[in-house]
């Protein structure tokens, strides 16, 4: 790790994540570099800003630690859901620029250290957005606002002042052009944060150091309850006065730097709940001023130690060159030619697949665990913010082809270690900062491990890999897991939204079998074959519906197979949603349903039904609906795919036309739901390539069809693969034949060596749908009731 880091230094950010991604196994080709420069200049950031996509518009590099972007409103808890990055482009006014934020996310929190210039009189509350001038709080025009990879700018229209901000991996770099005449400040904010509410915030500290540093800290009890963040501040001019006020205790600190610590009138700390900051520069009107935040996750000094390594002098240019370099080197892993809004498209769904899970460490090789306590990374980079429910299915696959396997064995060894220093000795749920939030249900780290293993991505150690999978799954008095493994299911009188546990559950289970298969432990495997196969006891043949049962054996009743939310049988969802939900054995679900016919048969209900949205009102993330598909939400993204399971694969290039036709848009609200931290995205970024990874840890991607007419995938080892779709249009919207590398492919399905040795995957289309096309039993993708 030491080494990394130095080398990172010498390099800069943007030259060490270049070499992670073009050169993890050689030299990439040289068409990469000219790819990542067109996509960069592809990326909308503002895409999924607006509607419920819930991403954020400000500066991050990719899988960076600090995201510096604009927060437009503070809302309370009950009313913040549309506000969980932070910022929403309906909005006109700015509260501030913090440093955290999650891009996509359903639930929230962060909004850590909110900086804010103003000019003028000092004000230090927010003020009433519809009230100009009652605060700091400023409006501004979408019209003087930019966003780049890397990078943010905006004018504040109520102070004059131009803000910009760009960042590195763990600081954030602010320039603020400040008007004349006026008296210039920085306002640091310590009490606000996303999804807000009195008593969040446990205890905070803002200090100004002798040398003019701003070091402070805060511990909040939201999302993750003891979450604690350290920060270090540098202003580019010398200070001419502060004041650190408690706003909670009433209390007040003035002074002028630098402060002498034997004088308590001159004190230069406060401590408290409700604190905020005031620093004046008298030199700055009319003039420019920079300021440098990094965090860490550790102390105070090691957020200095941070910032002196990754930003010692004041060029933000150069910062900002890093940065755009860091994300062209990224996005050059894909070589897109499309019209001009499908490019953009594309390019910005692999930009939001490419920021999580994001790095939690200091350059010294130290983080927090989920024990709240300090460890070591020895060997690799921890990372964290792993929101798994949703992102094992198509974000974590995507990510072993268009990110070196340092990536992957990054977060499985950051998994891993999570699991030794969690007091429960499991792997996470959905943690971010280190810590568990408990959020969703399933063990999900599992298939993430096993995707990664299956591919032969093994830079960690297998061995307590399998045994964290099996401790997760095996862990009683979580999500009802002792009594599934007792009963073969979760029993609804015991535990809530228990069909949706079943099934999710089982699924693991069946990557956990893969693995230990794979590994020669023909126990385990034993074991888990057999509870891959309890999705069977969640089918109620009487109604062709997944359903919870009672500890009795009988399901609960009455049933409502539209009934969604909590205290039903299913997790956001219902049963039209979650009867398909058995990834490892779809022929198994044909079968069980009727046969392959009476399977494309209910699919077709589930799409070409009428469904009044106003049906899951009560339901936030349920949205994106077609009949009851609900893009929005994750359980419904593999659903179009199952009609090649069937031998229909005509259907599939269907339906996919018309999920991309109106669930993705290249505008602000251009996200039917939450992105879930790049898990929409990540769908988006293979559909438009022509496959989709429906069972992690296969090792299989069914094919559907392109969206674009060329596409190469720069892969880590240096090879490329091509997608080409010759005749791509309106009008040929059907997959007339498919070749591998010139040979006839008669399969609906790659496999992940074949993406990998590199080659040509070419679509012809047409205006019909080839009914003939890869329609046999031995055509169709992996199942456990027909496995190749």
């Known amino acids: 790790m030491q080494g990394w880091t130095k080398l990172a230094g010498r390099m800069g950010l943007g030259g060490m994540l270049g070499l992670l991604v073009a050169g993890a196994a050689g030299a990439a080709p040289t068409t990469a570099a000219g790819a990542g420069a067109r996509g960069w200049a592809a990326v909308d950031p503002f895409i999924g800003t607006g509607g419920e996509g819930h991403t954020f518009p400000g500066a991050v590099v990719p899988f960076g630690m600090v995201q510096l972007s604009p ?76 966003a780049q990879p890397g990078y943010y700018a905006v004018t504040l229209d109520d102070d004059g002042i131009r803000a910009e901000l760009t960042a590195s991996a763990r600081v954030g770099v602010h320039r603020y052009t400040f ?86 009138a001159r004190r230069a700390q406060i401590e408290g709940r409700q604190l905020v900051g005031d620093f004046d520069f008298a030199d700055a009107a009319g003039k420019q001023l920079l300021v440098k935040v990094a965090l860490s996750p550790v102390s105070e000094d090691n957020a200095i130690a941070n910032l002196d390594h990754e930003m010692p002098g004041w060029d933000f240019d150069r910062v900002r060159g890093d940065a755009r370099r860091a994300w062209s080197d990224a996005l050059g892993a894909l070589d897109v030619d499309a019209p001009e809004p499908m490019r953009r498209s594309v390019y910005t769904a692999l930009y939001h697949a490419l920021q999580a899970p994001s790095l939690f460490m200091d350059v ?184 919870a049962r009672k500890r009795d054996g009988s399901f609960r009743t009455p049933f409502d197979p ?123 970024v293979f559909t438009a390539l022509g496959f989709y990874p429906v069972a992690p840890a296969s090792n299989e991607y069914v094919i559907g069809r392109p969206f674009v007419p060329r596409a190469t995938l720069n892969l880590p080892s240096g090879k490329r693969f091509t997608v080409i779709a010759d005749h791509l249009d309106d009008a040929h919207p059907y997959v007339g034949n498919v070749q591998l590398d010139g040979k006839p492919l008669d399969r609906v399905y790659l496999r992940q060596d074949e993406i990998m040795a590199g080659g040509t995957l070419r679509f012809s289309m047409q205006a019909q749908p080839n009914h003939t096309w890869a329609t046999g039993p031995d055509a169709r993708p992996y199942s456990m009731s027909r496995p190749h």
């Not at 949205?613 to 994750?634: Q, S």
């Not at 359980?635 to 993705?664: N, V």
Request: proline share 6%; net charge negative; glycine share 10%.
């Open 71 to 146: 927060d437009t409103q503070i809302k309370p808890r009950k009313e913040a859901y549309g506000w969980a990055a932070g910022y929403r482009h309906d909005d006109h006014t700015i509260v501030g620029f913090s440093h955290t934020h999650f891009s996509g996310t359903g639930h929230s929190d962060l909004g850590d250290v909110l900086v804010m210039p103003i000019a003028g009189a000092v004000r230090l509350e927010r003020g009433d957005v519809d009230k100009p001038g009652s605060g700091y709080t400023s409006r501004f025009r979408h019209d003087d606002e930019v």
């Open 364 to 547: 010294d090789g130290r983080y927090r665990g989920p024990d709240n306590a300090v460890h070591q990374a020895k060997g690799w980079t921890n990372v964290s913010t792993f929101s798994l429910w949703d992102t094992y299915r198509a974000l974590h696959p995507l990510l072993t082809l268009v990110q070196p396997p340092l990536r992957t064995n990054d977060v499985v060894n950051s998994l891993l270690a999570s699991r030794r220093e969690s007091p429960y000795g499991i792997l996470p749920v959905w943690a971010f900062h280190g810590l568990e939030t408990w959020c969703m249900i399933g063990y999900h780290a599992v298939p993430v491990i096993a995707d990664a293993y299956m591919k032969g991505i093994r830079g960690y150690d297998t061995r307590e890999a399998l045994a964290a999978m099996v401790a997760s799954a095996s862990y009683g008095p979580y999500g009802g897991i002792a009594q599934y493994m007792q009963l073969g299911y979760v029993p609804i009188d015991e535990e809530g939204e228990a069909a949706s546990k079943t099934l999710e559950y089982a699924f693991d289970d069946w990557t956990i079998a893969r693995v230990a298969n794979a590994m020669g432990k023909q126990d385990v495997a034993t074991t888990f074959t057999k509870r891959a196969s309890n999705w069977k006891h969640a089918f109620d043949p009487a109604t062709g519906f997944m359903r």
């Open 562 to 684: 539209t009934a969604s939310g909590y205290g039903t049988d299913y997790t956001e969802g219902n049963a039209w949603q979650y009867s398909w939900y058995v990834p490892q054995d779809v022929a198994g679900l044909a079968g069980a349903l009727g046969g392959d016919d009476a399977l494309v048969a209910k699919l077709d209900q589930v799409f070409d039904a009428k469904v009044d949205p106003k049906v899951f009102a009560h339901m936030e993330d349920i949205t994106g609906l077609i009949g009851w598909y609900a893009h929005g939400n994750e359980p419904s993204h593999h659903f179009a795919y199952l009609y090649a399971y069937a031998g229909q694969p005509w259907r599939t290039q269907e339906r996919l036309a018309t999920i991309m036709r109106t669930q993705y848009a290249p505008r602000p609200d251009g996200l039917a739901g939450n992105d879930d931290l790049g898990q929409m995205s990540a769908w988006y």
């Open 179 to 264: 008007p004349a005449g006026k008296p210039a400040h920085v306002i640091v904010d310590l009490r606000t944060s996303m999804y807000d509410y009195p008593g969040k915030v446990l205890w905070s500290r803002l200090r100004l150091r002798p040398d003019g540093t701003v070091t402070g800290f805060r511990e909040t009890r939201g999302w993750a309850p003891g979450r604690q963040l350290y920060f270090a501040m540098r202003f580019s001019r010398p200070l001419s006065g502060h004041q650190l006020h408690d706003t909670e205790a009433d209390v007040v600190y003035k002074g002028f730097p630098p402060p002498a610590h034997d004088d308590p």
